[in-house]
């Protein structure tokens, strides 16, 4: 099976403007889930979507948002960029609901100037 | 919400030697804990997990111990060789069915 992919691998937008990133998970599995990565902060969950519908979401202000397709795919959108938004963002597929076995996608990473 | 605690942040150990990870949970209800590596400008990828009925669970060189008692769980590498250099993160899942990470333990195996 074809692993996760992620579209744009690189980004690089400046303060205010917005920006959505793709996730294609694994043929079969239909829970994605977002994640920010910076250095010294680690992994920090978004959200996790299911059937299309927002799961589980964590501690991020409401600039983040995001949304799954019925073909599972899912998009994640950062609106009002901050200079703090830099950073990996990383999806990971599940075949189940809830966070279990992930499978991470390559990453997108932003850069806000 | 589980808030995942690991230590320490940078090890550094001879090739063939053990290198040990730490991780501290606070949720008494989670119940799986995953190890994940990443590699430098790689994704990260499951290494290990063990579920809260089990105390130990051991793949090749890697093991994982877990003691729900006192809400940690560690990862074992024995003979360290210099591909297990990498930043390895531990996860726990809460009663929130959510995913917590530690901030990551980066392993450097000396040649």
């Known amino acids: 099976k074809a692993g996760v992919t992620q579209t744009p691998r690189y980004l690089i937008k400046t303060r205010g403007q917005q920006v959505t990133l793709s996730c294609s998970p694994i043929?079969?599995?239909?829970?994605v889930s977002w994640y920010q990565q910076t250095p010294g902060q680690g992994l920090q969950f978004l959200f996790e979507?299911?059937?299309?519908?927002?799961?589980n979401k964590g501690n991020f202000p409401g600039r983040f948002s995001g949304r799954q397709f019925s073909n599972s795919r899912s998009e994640m959108n950062v609106s009002t960029l901050e200079l703090g938004d830099s950073a990996l963002y990383l999806c990971?597929?599940?075949?189940?609901?809830?966070?279990?076995?992930?499978?991470f996608g390559p990453g997108t990473r932003l850069l806000v100037l | 919400g589980e808030n995942v605690e690991q230590h320490p942040s940078t090890l550094s150990v001879q090739e063939g030697d053990s290198a040990v990870i730490k991780c501290t949970y606070s949720?008494?209800?989670?119940?799986?804990f995953p190890w994940y590596k990443q590699e430098l400008g790689k994704r990260p990828q499951l290494i290990i997990d063990?579920?809260?009925?089990?105390g130990e669970k051991k793949d090749q060189r890697i093991a994982v111990t877990l003691n729900k008692t006192a809400k940690h769980f560690s990862l074992h590498i024995t003979e360290t060789q210099p591909e297990d250099s990498a930043v390895y993160f531990c996860?726990?899942?809460?009663?929130?069915?959510?995913?917590?990470f530690g901030k990551g333990n980066q392993v450097v195996v000396i040649p």
């Open positions: 949720d008494s209800a989670s119940n799986y």
């Open positions: 043929s079969g599995h239909r829970s």
């Open positions: 990971a597929s599940s075949s189940k609901q809830g966070q279990e076995t992930q499978y």
């Open positions: 979507y299911f059937s299309e519908t927002q799961r």
């Open positions: 996860a726990a899942v809460g009663g929130n069915n959510r995913l917590a």
């Open positions: 063990i579920r809260s009925n089990v």
